[in-house]
Each structure stands twice: as C-alpha cells, then as structure tokens.
C-alpha cells in the first residue's frame, strides 16, 4: 500500500516523473488516479507555479490571506475554527474542509458548486468575506505588476502572461499533488490484522451495521476517501429557527431564488443553491473521511469541536426538518460503541504525513 514519492524541490508527495516537464500522480494498486483535465497537464512548473500562490497572502485584497490561511498544511490542510476568517474581519459561513485528496472529489465546495479544482481555486479570490479582490482582472493586474510572477508563468505556460485561468490551473496543479493514502486503515482492509486496535475493529463492525457510517461513506477499494460524493440532509442546517420558513418559501417559490439569495439563513441550503431541486434543500457534500481526526471542527458549519460530538449528533438522528435524509435516526449507540467508533476514524490518519512538513514551514509565524 505504500506510494511511491518524488521530490521535485520540495516535498510533492504521490509523484512520480512521467518526462522532464511532466508528473504522473502515483496511487496505491486498485485506486483509479485522479482525474488531470487534457488542457491543463501536471508539470512541474505548473505545480511549482501553484505552490507559490497557493501560500502568497498577496492574492488578497490587503495581502493578508492565502489559500494556505485556511487550509493550513500544519492543521491537516485545513483549520481548527468552525469558519475561517477573512480580509478586513470577514468570516465565511462554512467550515474550511481540507485540501488534502481534493484532487479526487468530483465537485468542490460543501455545495458541489465548482466543477473542479480549477474553478473552485479561483472563487475564494474574489469573495468580498474572504481574499476580497474586486474581480479576477484586479487579481491578474496585481500578479503581472509583481517582478517574480511573468518567468514563472513563461516557465508553465510558454509565456509570462498572468490570467486567471492560469492561476486557477497551476492551484489546481499543486492541490492534486497533496495526496496521502497510507493509513492504518489501509494496512488493515489489505489483510494486515494487526494494523488497528480491537477497539478501532470493533468500530469497523460497527461502521458497517448498527452506526450506518457506510450508509455514505462505504470503502469502495478503487476510490479511497470513504464518501459517497452525494449531498445530504443531516439536520446540520436546521438548527437555524428560519431554516425551515426559508425552506419552505424557496421550495414555493424557486422562480424568486436570486431574490432571495441574500436573505438571512440562505447559505443553510446546501446543493438546493446550485441545483434548486427542493429534494437538495439543507443537503451538503458527504466530506471525505481521510485524516478525519486533524481537521477539527466538523460538519460544513464547523459545529461539532470533537469526533466524538459528532458520532452524538448521529447518535440522536440529527435535528429533524422535512428534508432530513432517511438514514438519520436514532441509533442506540453505547458508551464503549461510541468510544470504538472514535478509535476507528483515528485509524484513517496517514503515517506518511511528515514527508509535508516542509510546506508546513512556508507558513508564517
């Protein structure tokens, strides 16, 4: 199960040269390799391209916050608060998932509404609670006018001219380069009996039965990040006494959504923004469960401090609202299963991790 690496000035992880200009994402035998769009190859400029961005606080609006900000290499690739602060004391109204294997997920953001990690690395740019840049052609005037930026795109891209697309294509590039499959769990489901704790299989029993985990997050060997890539309602979103008046309104009148759009509780509607399907109302993205136990806080609104708070919540059958999916009920969970369940989801923490440390330094203090 182990993966074969390849530094390419700095601790890549998952990579493996394919021709000089060219990497090759590498995976565990039986996993299907993430997808890399025709029109824009993994190089190795372009992933040293993004990795500059990725941590240049300058992509803000006041030079105070990167993509690194929030999804901080030394937290697991993402952060320990429930939403993330942005420029000039925004703050964003969903939890910071991380960036670590994004690279496999069909759809980005909790709602699905990026297609890619191309499109998703360029919208927090410009989102007035976040980096706060008034438009992508304020982004790319500021990047050209910067003297180290034209040669290393000339170096990705065959000419020094700054766009957006490009920023977004060399981000994606180096995100599909944070990539860790090497966990106990993995040694474990490859026959290895004595990866895990008793306790941590008595919760893979569990997992599979009387918790419903694998209801959405079933091991499926050829895509590795224990989700379904669906939405759900959990309930998560109903907690807001609006939620369901709001709900109700929308599913009445889905005509007036880009009315309503602004309206106090609307970012609680989940996929329902993107796809105005009222079945999609209160749902969210089924998050990866890889590193699982560094990511802290849970749930798309960061409500949940603790693992264990969490596998509560599911242990009650969430909050209840029209919506709720049919998998959340009450469970009867006991103390020593509930504890089990928590030892299992610290069994999905890579070991390989150390091999990221050198990111970790590009930090600011």
């Known amino acids: 199960m182990k993966i074969a690496l390849v530094t390419l000035g700095?601790?890549?992880?998952?990579?493996?040269?394919?021709?000089?200009?060219?990497?090759?994402?590498?995976?565990?035998?039986?996993v299907t390799p993430p997808q890399v769009p025709a029109d824009n190859p993994l190089t190795a400029a372009g992933v040293e391209l993004g990795k500059k961005l990725y941590f240049?606080?300058?992509?803000?609006?006041?030079?105070?916050?990167?993509?690194?900000?929030?999804?901080?290499?030394?937290?697991?690739?993402?952060?320990?608060?429930?939403?993330?602060?942005?420029?000039?004391?925004?703050r964003g109204n969903r939890n910071a998932p991380t960036v670590m294997n994004?690279?496999?997920?069909?759809?980005?953001?909790?709602?699905?509404?990026?297609?890619?990690l191309e499109a998703q690395?360029?919208?927090?740019?410009?989102?007035?609670?976040?980096?706060?840049?008034?438009?992508?052609?304020?982004?790319?005037?500021?990047?050209?006018?910067?003297?180290?930026?034209?040669?290393?795109?000339?170096?990705?891209?065959g000419d020094p001219k700054v766009t957006i697309d490009r920023i977004g294509k060399a981000l994606a590039s180096f995100?599909?380069?944070?990539?860790?499959?090497?966990?106990?769990?993995?040694?474990?489901?490859?026959?290895?009996?004595?990866?895990?704790?008793?306790?941590?299989?008595?919760?893979?029993?569990?997992?599979?039965g009387k918790?419903?985990?694998?209801?959405?997050?079933?091991?499926?060997?050829?895509?590795?990040?224990?989700?379904?890539?669906?939405?759900?309602?959990?309930?998560?979103?109903?907690?807001?006494?609006?939620?369901?008046?709001?709900?109700?309104?929308?599913?009445?009148?889905?005509?007036?959504f880009e009315k309503l759009a602004n309206a106090p509780g609307v970012e609680e509607l989940g996929r329902f923004a993107v796809s105005r399907n009222p079945q999609d109302l209160g749902a969210f993205k089924t998050p990866h469960l890889r590193n699982?136990?560094?990511?802290?806080?849970?749930?798309?609104?960061?409500?949940?401090?603790?693992?264990?708070?969490?596998?509560?919540?599911?242990?009650?059958?969430?909050n209840k609202n029209p919506w709720l999916d049919p998998n959340m009920r009450p469970l009867g969970l006991t103390a020593q299963e509930k504890a089990d369940l928590v030892a299992l989801l610290e069994t999905f923490t890579s070991t390989d991790l150390a091999r990221f440390d050198e990111l970790g330094k590009l930090m600011p203090e």
């Open 175 to 208: 995100e599909r380069t944070l990539i860790s499959l090497d966990a106990p769990i993995d040694r474990f489901l490859g026959g290895d009996a004595t990866a895990i704790s008793d306790s941590a299989k008595r919760g893979w029993v569990l997992y599979n």
């Open 56 to 90: 240049d606080s300058r992509l803000s609006k006041d030079d105070t916050i990167s993509c690194a900000t929030c999804h901080d290499p030394r937290t697991g690739f993402a952060e320990h608060k429930p939403v993330s602060d942005g420029v000039a004391g925004g």
């Open 102 to 116: 994004a690279a496999f997920l069909p759809e980005q953001f909790w709602d699905g509404r990026a297609p890619s």
């Open 121 to 157: 690395a360029v919208g927090p740019i410009i989102n007035p609670v976040e980096m706060a840049m008034p438009d992508h052609p304020a982004v790319e005037r500021k990047l050209a006018a910067l003297a180290e930026y034209p040669p290393l795109f000339q170096k990705a891209f």
């Open 10 to 30: 700095f601790l890549l992880g998952s990579l493996c040269d394919a021709r000089a200009d060219e990497v090759v994402i590498s995976v565990p035998k039986g």
């Open 211 to 256: 918790a419903l985990c694998v209801a959405c997050h079933a091991h499926v060997p050829a895509s590795p990040l224990f989700s379904d890539g669906k939405y759900h309602n959990l309930g998560v979103a109903a907690k807001p006494t609006e939620f369901l008046a709001l709900a109700k309104q929308l599913a009445q009148r889905p005509a007036d």
């Open 292 to 318: 699982i136990a560094l990511t802290a806080p849970y749930m798309h609104d960061g409500s949940e401090e603790t693992l264990a708070e969490v596998i509560e919540y599911y242990d009650r059958g969430g």
